[in-house]
T-cell receptor
Framework: GAVVSQHPSWVICKSGTSVKIECRSL??????MFWYRQFPKQSLMLMAT?????????EQGVEKDKFLINHASLTLSTLTVTSAHPEDSSFYIC???????????FGSGTRLTVV | GDSVTQMEGPVTLSEEAFLTINCTYT??????LFWYVQYPGEGLQLLLK?????DKGSNKGFEATYRKETTSFHLEKGSVQVSDSAVYFC????????????FGAGTRLFVKA
């Protein structure tokens, strides 16, 4: 089946630094990818929809200058958390839509801890 | 707007007990319905899905039936195992087009040996 690889699986960074998270579709081309944030013991919150070759669509309340999304190819979308602060610590998950069957496959997630 | 409501957890069961996690939805049109499972420290995995009314999704002993009359998609398993301990999310994809998936809040299941 469709596989989405997300890297890194966990990262610890200092306040003020930037962190890049990659989401790759390994065996299919994904024109659309999604980035979610999950707070402890809560559900997933959609942050943005990433479209290949165009600007991402951000959900209301998500700072696009802080969470930079780049979808430069049909198999790769990146989320960069800029000038990270401890409140950005969270679990970030990407998903990709397989145009073949319209299903969604999730990455394994990235746990970000900002100290 | 479209939404998903699922029972609050945590749910604690003994091994081999019967599991039901309730899920109801609000949507226009004919959404597709999903159950995802998240094991500790991992991302989400699709557990099962149903795309139209009266469809039954099943996988790994779990089942859920798409009930349009009650707008429900309850998850059931006849005999749970310790390895089923995880968080379960009910979700829908609107039938009116678009790609967004709407998730419920998740229900944490603990299974004791």
């Amino acid at each position: 089946g469709a596989v989405v690889s997300q890297h890194p699986s966990w990262v610890i960074c200092k306040s003020g630094t930037s962190v890049k998270i990659e989401c790759r579709s390994l065996d299919f081309q994904a024109t659309t990818m999604f980035w979610y944030r999950q707070f402890p013991k809560q559900s997933l919150m959609l942050m943005a929809t990433s479209n290949e070759g165009s600007k991402a669509t951000y959900e209301q309340g998500v700072e696009k200058d802080k969470f930079l999304i780049n979808h430069a190819s049909l198999t790769l979308s990146t989320l960069t958390v800029t000038s990270a602060h401890p409140e950005d610590s969270s679990f970030y998950i990407c998903s990709a839509r397989d145009p073949g069957d319209g299903g969604y496959t999730f990455g394994s997630g990235t746990r970000l801890t900002v100290v | 707007g479209d939404s998903v409501t699922q029972m609050e957890g945590p749910v604690t069961l003994s091994e081999e007990a019967f599991l039901t996690i309730n899920c109801t939805y609000t949507a226009t049109g004919y959404p597709s319905l999903f159950w995802y499972v998240q094991y500790p420290g991992e991302g989400l995995q699709l557990l099962l899905k149903a795309t139209k009314a009266d469809d039954k999704g099943s996988n790994k002993g779990f089942e859920a039936t798409y009930r349009k009359e009650t707008t429900s998609f309850h998850l059931e398993k006849g005999s749970v195992q310790v390895s089923d301990s995880a968080v379960y999310f009910c979700a829908l994809k609107p039938g009116t087009g678009g790609f967004k998936t709407i998730f419920g809040a998740g229900t944490r299941l603990f299974v004791k040996a």
